[in-house]
């Protein structure tokens, strides 16, 4: 190669010198005069000297001129690799992060989509900040995916203010941690990811986490596993500045909540979601020695749901009557947390109870009928749904379990004893795809569908595991048309582009796995303060989300203010935060949801409208064989609450707000 270079040079550089001495007039007149003149416009062309004279001194021109341009070469050779280097370096994600109180994010799965547009959001609000994701992967595989996820904003994210990095390696390795500096960084976010031992990969990384910034110091960490089992060893792990919670458990219970009470998801969604209206915490240092109701009443653009007690202690729903202490902070469900409400803290007098109020309790619900669940598919979240079902419905209910024919029969969860005859689980094998399937489980006599897609990590042959959930989807769509009934329908997603895809009736939901942890790791990445009261929000002994009917507050058919339904439901005990308007045409059932109004709104009141209220903790204990324990705990509710859709539909449920029995909550 070098050979053919040199006489490649040779062959242009030679004719071309030669040219130029034969065409120059003052060249010399002789020939050798001209030759030499060949060889010099020859070697200044190939920096080879200019020595002329004896061929030896001549020889020793051209040595020096190789030498020279071989230094030359090495030094730019050596240039040009280092820079190559550090150009590869970069794009491996192996360079160190500068920044401070910079947002990190630990690990890929599917929630990082969600954590990184909700904390780039955060970012944005806040100024110029970062968010650092490292994980095992290439930092510009990982750039260009977060890139290109429609819906989250990340695509326009060099346009803001805001400012993403990947970095790539082993998270269990604190020499790879430390590319984020997460000693120094604002919040550090710890994600579940998918195989059989994700979970001992998640305490792992947190051990690796300690062990580089310590346990006392440090910024706060929140972490999510899917197993319950490993969660008291993660939350040893997380240390004292840590936050661990259940994947696997709260999808499970955002599940049976959507299905039984369709569009709470979407409430869920909203209330978690930076976007949207959130939970904050005000201060109330000027309201002291006046009570809970007063206040509630008071504030324009906030609904407040608790006290958060000067020891950390939150105290959801309290009574209307319950005095302020000093030190005491107002929990609120506000849209705006760049700055607490003006009104928050100079509070004007509050209104009048209106005539069109409900002046007297509604009358208590009466018992609450046995419900009939269908369940199709089986994956490990399968069992939690079963065991939350078997806890939650009244006696004589039925459950019914569709697996496809090439799955495996899963075996019956156990029973606890206290809980015996209260659910009758029974297992069928059905294709699916065969049009025969469905109709022959008498759909109609169902009060809600609960549809499961497989495990990305257990079926290794099924690389989009949401196939399946759109395929079942569509044939109970097809059966909704064919009969003119409307199923309440919840589809567990393992993608969120599925969302998209998924056909759905006028009473059905779609819930992404994952979706609700994932803001959850947000809303306590951003304000740790919260984790307790989002502990006693989701939590099985604390307060729930309800969405009760609008005549329980207030007399269909009139106009009444949102501080009229505000002042209704602290009579009732309840904290109102939002409604849903019922619009006869509307689609979905999730749509004319609306979060903490104005208080001074006025609108006229159907009967077909729904409150969405924060419910009192439940006055009886749970079970004493249920032990288990995590944020979030979610309190399961059964109002059996459907609406008109332009549908038939059965409407089994008489439970108008109250939820499950106390002895179940």
């Known amino acids: 190669m070098l050979s053919w270079l040199a006489l490649g040079c040779l062959g ?32 200044e062309t190939l920096r080879l000297g200019v020595a002329t004279g004896a061929p030896p001194r001549m020889l020793l021109s051209v040595l020096l001129g190789l030498i020279a341009l071989l230094c030359v070469s090495t030094l730019v050779g050596v240039i040009t690799t280092g820079l190559g280097d550090r150009l590869a370096e970069l794009r491996r994600g192996r360079s160190t992060v500068l920044e401070r109180e910079h947002a990190v994010v630990l690990g890929w799965s599917e929630q990082v989509f969600t954590v990184v547009a909700e904390l780039v959001a955060v970012q944005n609000g806040r100024g110029r900040g970062v968010v650092a ?47 984020v500096a997460p000693a120094v960084a604002g919040s550090v976010l710890v994600l579940p990811a998918e195989g059989a031992q994700a979970d001992l990969e998640v305490v792992r990384i947190l051990l690796a986490l300690g062990s580089l ?63 949207g209206a959130e939970f904050h915490v005000v201060e109330g240092e000027r309201l002291a020695g006046s009570t809970f109701g007063e206040v509630a009443v008071r504030w324009e653009a906030a609904c407040a749901v608790g006290l958060l007690r000067a020891d950390g202690r939150p105290l959801l729903t309290p009574g209307p009557q319950t005095p302020l202490e000093p030190g005491d902070r107002f929990i609120v469900v506000a849209h705006d947390d760049t700055a607490p409400p003006t009104d928050c803290r100079t509070p004007t007098a509050p209104p009048e109870p209106p005539g069109n109020c409900r002046a007297t309790p509604a009358q ?10 269908l369940l199709l598919g089986w994956n490990r979240r399968a069992p939690l749904i079963v065991d939350i079902l078997r806890r939650t419905v009244r006696p004589d209910s039925v459950l019914d379990v569709v697996t496809g024919p090439d799955e495996e029969l899963p075996p019956a969860p156990p029973e606890p004893r206290s809980l015996a005859g209260r659910l009758a689980v029974s297992y069928h094998v059905g294709d699916l795809a065969r049009p025969e399937t469905l109709p022959a489980f008498d759909l109609s006599g169902y ?13 290794a042959g099924c690389a989009r595991p949401d196939d399946r959930t759109l395929l079942a989807l569509l044939m109970l769509r097809a059966w909704e048309e064919e009969t003119g009934h ?14 998209a895809l998924a056909p759905l009736g006028p009473a059905s939901d779609a819930v992404v796995r994952g979706e609700l942890t994932a803001l959850l790791m947000a809303q306590i990445c951003r304000n740790p303060t919260l984790a307790p009261v989002f502990e006693e929000v989701f939590a099985a002994r604390g307060g729930a989300l309800g969405l009760c009917p609008a005549d329980r507050y207030v007399a269909p058919g009139r106009a009444a203010s949102f501080a009229t339904v505000v002042a209704a439901a602290l009579r009732h005990g309840e904290c109102a935060i939002g409604y849903r308007a019922h619009t006869p045409h509307s689609a979905r059932r999730q749509e004319g949801i609306r979060l903490c109004p104005g208080k001074s709104e006025h609108r006229v009141w159907a009967a077909e409208d729904e409150v969405v209220v924060v419910l009192p903790a439940p006055a009886v204990p749970a079970p004493a064989d249920d032990t288990r324990e995590g944020l979030p705990r979610m309190r399961q509710d059964d109002t059996g609450m459907r609406r008109n859709t332009g549908m038939r539909q059965d409407t089994k449920g008489s439970d108008p707000c109250g939820g499950d029995p106390p002895e179940l909550r």
């Open 12 to 43: 242009v550089v030679v004719p071309v010198s030669t040219a130029l001495v034969w065409m120059d007039p003052a060249a010399p007149r002789s020939l050798s005069g001209r030759l030499t003149a060949v060889w010099r416009t020859s070697a």
């Open 133 to 179: 994701v490292l994980a095992d992967r290439d930092s510009a595989e990982m750039d260009a995916a977060l890139a290109a996820t429609p819906g989250t904003g990340l695509g326009r994210r060099r346009s803001g203010r805001a400012r993403l990095v990947c970095r790539s390696g082993t998270l269990t390795d604190p020499a790879a941690l430390a590319l």
């Open 213 to 275: 910034i310590g346990a006392a110091a440090g910024p706060p960490v929140v972490a999510a596993v899917r197993d319950g089992r490993y969660l008291p060893a993660a939350r040893l792990a997380a240390g004292p500045r840590g936050v661990v919670l259940e994947t696997d458990m709260t999808t499970a219970r955002l599940l049976v909540q959507s299905a039984r009470r369709p569009g709470l998801s979407a409430v869920l969604r909203d209330l978690l979601d930076v976007a």
């Open 364 to 373: 208590p619900p009466g018992p609450e009928a046995p419900v009939r669940v």
């Open 447 to 459: 009060d809600s569908v609960i549809v499961l897609g497989a495990d990305a990590d257990a079926d």
């Open 486 to 499: 409307a199923l309440p329908v919840v589809a567990e997603l393992h993608d969120h582009r599925s969302r």
